[in-house]
């Protein structure tokens, strides 16, 4: 499985930005995908996940709400819809597959990051 993330920028806080991860390879459609995020100095930080067929998607307490991640099996993508985004919100965003949703899922598949800077 490849994956590659794109869409960061720079933004102001309040805005909405879109994510999106471009996933190749043959058993891509059998991984869930998720998103993470590492701000300087931080520990990565899981966000969101969605399952291999997109039915099921689980998001963490600190952007429940304000983030949206959907799949396109289609396209092989997952996109991460980011929206009243905040200067906390800076890091740089990574998507990555796993064979499963659970909270201590491996992740055995990660794109190189894409950075995102949220200005006040």
């Known amino acids: 499985v490849q994956l590659q993330a794109s869409g960061g920028g720079l933004v102001q806080a309040g805005d909405s930005l879109g994510l999106s991860c471009a996933a190749s390879?043959?058993?891509?459609?059998?991984?869930?995908l998720g998103w993470f995020r590492q701000a300087p100095g931080k520990e990565r930080e899981f966000l969101s996940t969605?399952?291999?067929?997109?039915?099921?998607?689980r998001y963490s307490d600190s952007v429940k709400g304000r983030f949206t991640i959907s799949r396109d099996n289609a396209k092989n993508a997952v996109s991460l819809l980011m929206t009243s985004l905040r200067p906390e919100d800076t890091a740089v965003y990574y998507c990555?597959?796993?064979?499963?949703?659970?909270?201590?899922?491996?992740?055995?598949?990660w794109g190189q990051g894409t950075e995102l800077t949220v200005s006040s």
């Open positions: 990555a597959a796993s064979l499963s949703m659970q909270t201590q899922a491996r992740y055995d598949y």
């Open positions: 390879g043959p058993t891509v459609k059998y991984y869930a």
């Open positions: 969605i399952s291999a067929a997109g039915g099921s998607t």
